[in-house]
């Protein structure tokens, strides 16, 4: 309350734009572009849990600045708006599979059996298309010595044809927070959507809850 109290009495009205919307058993998460009082746009990920009163009963989110497109041209919230009437329960095993094989590394040589040859749309700020544009990012960063490492996937959420996985690991050595959205079709990663922010310490932290 005292947050929302603040942004209230800001000189400058925050402003809210939600770009995709999804639900999956007692959570709904959300693709956003938020202002707060007018410091600039960000783009988040946010996750509610309801409670059986219908009621928001936890919240967790990712938020990054909004930046120019990519390499290819993709901002980070364009592409793909619709959502497909298919097997969520699918869309997650796909995911869950590439997150655990690719993201925390346990099976690095199924990489390309997750992409349909070169077919792949690509969001993040920072990467082309393609499972070759994936591939030329990640040589880049090993070259300078920065490791993107997956310890920790603490939850999968599915509807239709989108997963958000929500992780942690570290970047370059910092503790990072992973949000990551998929569009699967065909079986295949097709899309890929993604805010990263650093973990605030936890000497900082308002709560016991920590960030999941």
């Not at 746009?41 to 009163?53: L, N």
């Not at 990263?196 to 308002?206: F, G, H, I, P, V």
Request: glycine share 10%.
């Amino acid at each position: 309350m005292a947050a929302v109290e603040g942004l209230a009495q800001a000189p400058v009205k925050t402003t809210v734009n939600n770009i995709r919307a999804f639900e999956d058993g007692d959570k709904v998460f959300l693709q956003t572009v938020y202002n707060f009082a007018g410091a600039g746009e960000q783009v988040g990920f946010d996750v509610f849990r309801f409670d059986a009163d219908g009621k928001i009963a936890e919240h967790w989110d990712n938020l990054a600045d909004k930046a120019a497109p990519n390499p290819s041209g993709h901002t980070q919230i364009d592409g793909t708006l619709e959502k497909k009437d298919v097997d969520k329960e699918e869309t997650r095993k796909v995911v869950a599979g590439f997150v655990g094989d690719v993201l925390r590394g346990e099976n690095p040589d199924k990489l390309t059996s997750y992409y349909d040859e070169d077919k792949y749309i690509q969001h993040n700020t920072s990467i082309a298309d393609g499972l070759s544009g994936l591939g030329a990012a990640l040589e880049a960063m090993a070259k300078q010595g920065i490791s993107m490492v997956y310890n920790k996937t603490h939850m999968i959420l599915a509807d239709g044809d989108y997963a958000l996985a929500c992780s942690e690991g570290t970047f370059g050595g910092v503790a990072t927070t992973y949000y990551d959205l998929f569009r699967v079709e065909n079986g295949f990663i097709a899309e890929h959507w993604d805010v990263m922010e650093t973990l605030a310490d936890k000497s900082t932290w308002a709560n016991e809850n920590g960030k999941f």
